[in-house]
């Protein structure tokens, strides 16, 4: 069923607006690709950080739907089933439909469409090595849908295998098995491989799907402890959120004055960071999910930009930026004509966002509720 404003817990709504701001934010520096200093270093490190927090904030959410089914009296597999179906008519058709879309910008441009194209189609472009340039925001939606597929799978194998443990423990079994598969996949990349610039980085560890799975588990683990602590989840609400953010803040402090770079101190990034930084995010969970309801304009704002923030995330970078580069060169603006370039491109974002969920992300949704789609997934 679809939520209305008033059930919606505004805290998680705030945590996925700053999650989509940040990353149309720190891509507006391909506007600014020649500044140095100043806020550049932020807006990167809030490129990178949003997607995280998408990461973590899915696992939560997903993570508590199946800790729910997983420990039902009345489970049974289509309970499962009926889980990826949502999730399915949730991502996968604004997915195809802007994959669709940019292999026309690709050719309207005059470009060559990727070798691996077809790959795409599977959320394969990205599975165990980097991608190409070809709809680069595209690498965290395969990292999505694998997760989806292997947290249930696991599961339900969990429920039949015949050792004496409650539900509840195999949930935390398998999420600890998940998290512990995938920090040990970046441990192998680091001494086998080692990125060593910020390019390799970004493109062979951070954006691959063997590596980046625990990033999401954590936040599962976080919905575990929600659901089964839940009064150390709301007691200490407000001293894990201030822990959070200094921990995730101190992170950065030391790389910067210890001066913790990729080639001097791999290790650090190939293992530590990601994951580190997904539990600092996760620390933010039990006051922002208790954080119910807030008044206001801005509010309301930050609700509306967490609903159709998907569909902001598929359209901000290879589409609107990327049209909008060829069609109004940015190398002859003045500063003032860049601030107005930046203003343009997030209004166009949140505009066409707004249209592309109002008329086809929303429609599609409401689908998995039907009575025709649902019939096949009933006991």
């Not at 999910?289 to 206001?296: A, E, R, V, Y």
């Not at 990327?322 to 003032?336: A, K, P």
Request: proline share 4%.
């Amino acid at each position: 069923m679809t939520r209305t404003y008033s059930e919606r817990i505004f805290g998680l709504d705030l945590m996925r607006a700053v999650a989509i701001l940040s990353v149309v934010l720190g891509h507006a520096l391909w506007i600014y690709p020649d500044a140095q200093g100043g806020i550049v270093p932020l807006l990167k490190i809030m490129a990178v950080s949003g997607v995280e927090l998408f990461f973590v904030l899915s696992g939560f959410l997903i993570g508590r739907i199946l800790y729910k089914i997983i420990t039902s009296e009345t489970f049974h597999s289509n309970q499962l089933k009926y889980f990826l179906v949502r999730r399915w008519f949730r991502t996968l058709p604004n997915y195809y439909l802007i994959l669709l879309i940019n292999i026309l910008v690709v050719l309207s441009l005059g470009r060559t469409l990727p070798e691996s194209l077809f790959s795409y189609f599977f959320f394969l472009q990205n599975f165990g090595s980097g991608m190409g340039l070809f709809f680069t925001e595209s690498w965290s939606l395969p990292i999505e849908e694998f997760a989806y597929i292997i947290g249930p799978f696991l599961l339900y194998l969990s429920v039949l295998v015949p050792f004496k443990a409650p539900r509840s423990m195999r949930f935390l079994y398998v999420t600890l098995l998940i998290i512990a598969f995938f920090m040990g996949a970046k441990l192998l990349y680091h001494f086998n491989t080692g990125a060593t610039t910020p390019n390799e980085w970004n493109t062979q560890l951070k954006a691959v799907v063997l590596y980046r799975i625990d990033s999401i588990y954590i936040g599962v683990l976080a919905a575990y402890v929600s659901m089964t602590h839940s009064a150390f989840w709301k007691q200490y609400k407000g001293v894990l959120v201030i822990s959070g953010m200094v921990l995730f803040c101190g992170m950065l402090l030391c790389i910067a004055f210890f001066q913790l770079g990729y080639e001097t101190h791999p290790f650090v990034w190939n293992v530590l960071y990601l994951p580190f930084g997904s539990i600092c995010m996760a620390l933010t969970l039990p006051f922002l999910s208790q954080w119910k309801h807030s008044h206001g304009w801005w509010c309301k704002s930050v609700t509306r930009i967490s609903i159709i923030s998907y569909s902001m995330y598929l359209l901000h970078y290879s589409i609107i930026l990327q049209l909008m580069r060829n069609l109004v060169s940015i190398d002859s603006l003045g500063e003032g004509a860049k601030a107005l370039y930046v203003v343009t491109y997030l209004g166009i974002t949140i505009g066409l966002s707004y249209l592309l969920y109002r008329f086809y992300e929303k429609p599609m949704m409401d689908l998995r509720d039907r009575p025709d789609i649902t019939q096949y997934f009933r006991r």
